[in-house]
């Protein structure tokens, strides 16, 4: 197991946290308050991972109209950490803590015992230190820097917002997994739902709150971040004068050692204006390859694939038929056949797909049940039917895709929300 990595420099961040509540006897009790609960991880491969064990089954729409089978939904593992029904810590009464969240974190390569720690506390501008355990872990499909600690010890170091949600606490003190907001919508973590981490165990993202922390994607307990492997110790967070981080941070890093890690929060940084992307002339459909040949390949994740298949039909932004996959799906979950016998992983009919299926991989024949195949067919007919003019044409395509507007709404928000959390 390797230290904590800082992947990338965030300001601290401000505001409250989205919460998934749960009672006693560990049923969902509180609503999802997050537009980004209900899409799903891109990066997984083709083949997909199973889903959340508690998630609700993708909606399935028949194309053109109908609702599709129940997805199968894998039985409940038992979660990392002590039992949700255990008994945990009460709230604090009364008001929440006073907070000082930290001006800087440091990474050590190595736990940082009591000699250096005491250093650390007694240098010149450090007013309060605390340590955490940390990791890398592989959580679901995708590897993330955790943080283990005391929920009462840690909680006056979150942002003010974060610390008055009781709720995040008590979660905490559960066992259950509190997700950095931004990582939560980088990988589309589900709300509630349960995921697969590191050594065979499961955790639950009970919320997920804006910390601050560079490069820190969660939060578990101490206990729970035993279970997982995390290094014990290996993490400081210091609060100092403001102005004086800069000052304290490389009297840090001499204490802690060669390739000690030290980030001072709310550091500004280099931002780089973005590339202009000229917007395609055409809205015709890209021609269809001869048979066996490849129109768009295999790419090994469904974001890849969405990617490839949008420039089937120019003007059309891959996070349509994204949403279009998870609304009739679940990017494969859930291939039908529905009760109006709508097929594969987009839900054609068949007729249409007489109509509209290519052969996307090449491999001399068009098949309804691939997703190399059912994706740019998908575009295809979208294009046909005017998606790459985008605005009040997209609409209308996304319409005659599933005859329902309330259905377009959902693709289109759910869209919108895939274009914030992979842009």
Known sequence: MTGLALL???????????????????????????????????????????????????????FPSGSGAPATVPSKAPTAGPSPSASTPASPEGRPPRTTPPRLIAIARRPIGPATLRRITTLENVTKVTVADGGAVRFSAATLNLLAVDPAEFRPWAPKAVAAEPEVWNALARGEFIAESKTAGRYMLKLGGEYPAGTGSRLRVAASAPFGLPGVDGLVTKEVG??????????????????????????????????????????????????????PSATRPVAVGRPGSSLVGRPASFLDLYKISAGVCPGLS?????????????????????????????????????????????????????????VPSAARYLCANGAGLGGAKLRSAVYRYNHSWDYVNKVLGIADAYAHAYS
Do not use: C
């Open 318 to 374: 891959w996070t349509v038929l994204a949403a279009i996959g998870q609304v009739e799906s679940g990017h494969g979950r859930n291939n039908g056949p529905s009760s109006a016998g709508a097929l594969g992983p987009m839900q054609f009919m068949p007729a249409t797909w007489k109509a509209y299926g290519v052969d996307g991989d090449g491999d001399g024949k068009a098949d309804i049940w691939s997703a190399y195949d059912a």
């Open 8 to 62: 990338i420099v965030l300001g601290a961040a401000a505001g409250g946290a989205f919460l998934v509540t749960r009672d006693p006897a560990g049923a969902r009790s509180g609503a999802v308050r997050t537009p980004l609960a209900n899409v799903r991880d891109l990066t997984a491969p083709v083949s997909p991972l199973p889903a959340p064990s508690d998630s609700a089954s993708p909606p399935s729409s028949p």
């Open 226 to 279: 035993r279970g997982l492997g995390l290094i014990p110790g290996v993490a400081v967070l210091v609060h100092t004068p403001a102005g004086k981080a800069a000052v304290v941070s490389p009297r840090i890093k001499r204490l802690l050692g060669r390739g000690a890690q030290i980030v001072v929060i709310g550091a500004k940084r280099t931002v780089r204006p973005p590339v202009p992307v000229a917007r």
